[in-house]
């Protein structure tokens, strides 16, 4: 075991850097997910069947790719096609129609989890579909998944580990550096992975708070 405490000490300022970066990719990225989610959840459930095929192939095509392979599609294809993104932004994007995706199935599972007779007493009432999945479906949907969507989000700040193949420099990113630098692994990594322990930690606490909060609900 190579472990030494000054090559650790000296790899945290940069494991830190490293840690900004992931909070920061993962941060949009799970924004970008959730309103992917919820676009996508939302024409999983409608009957409009331009709407929902659509949403049903991006849904299974994401799922059945993995993140690595979506980031190197983005990343090595979009140049070819005469688009040009820089690493971050690709970064975020390929972890986001990803996660998104996930988003979607648990949102359209929350939706449909609702009793249709509240759907349909909104509707006798004249509300129109749009208000009344607005205000009396969405709302209650959504805490009815607050559980899944943190474990999603706890898988999508795991995954930014990825985003290194693509020269983003992230918490791994930082951590391989270092340990190219000073021709040791075990110290660096142990950094790497004391960092991926304190950003997940907090988010495990909650799911499990969120789970307990809505047990019965």
């Known amino acids: ?4 405490w ?7 300022p940069s494991l830190a850097k490293g840690m900004v970066n992931t909070v920061r990719i993962a941060g949009w990225a799970a924004l970008l997910a959730l309103l992917l989610g919820l676009v996508g959840g939302l024409c999983r459930v409608s009957r409009r069947r331009w709407l929902n095929l659509p949403a049903l192939v991006y849904v299974t095509t994401m799922r059945a790719v993995p993140v690595l392979v979506t980031l190197m599609f983005l990343y090595y294809g979009l140049p070819s096609a ?6 971050t932004t690709v970064g975020v994007l390929g972890l986001a129609l990803t996660s998104g995706a996930y988003t979607s199935e648990v949102l359209r ?3 449909q989890s609702i009793d249709r007779g509240q759907m349909r007493a909104a509707r006798a009432l004249g509300m129109s579909y749009g208000l009344a999945m607005r205000r009396i479906v969405l709302p209650q949907a959504l805490r009815r998944v607050l559980p899944p969507l943190t474990s999603e989000l706890i898988t999508l700040v795991k995954n930014t580990a990825l ?3 693509i020269a983003i420099s992230e918490l791994l990113r930082a951590g391989t550096d270092f340990m190219v630098w000073k021709a040791n692994t075990f110290s660096p990594f142990a950094g790497v992975a004391l960092g991926y322990l304190l950003l997940t930690l907090p988010l495990i606490g909650l799911n499990a708070w969120l789970e307990r909060r809505y047990a019965v609900t």
Do not use: N, Q, Y
Not at 1 to 4: A, N, P, R
Not at 82 to 87: Q, S, T
């Open 109 to 111: 599972a929350g939706i």
């Open 1 to 4: 075991m190579d472990f030494e």
């Open 163 to 165: 985003v290194s193949t």
């Open 6 to 12: 000054p090559v650790f000490l000296e790899a945290l």
């Open 82 to 87: 005469g688009l040009l993104l820089d690493a």
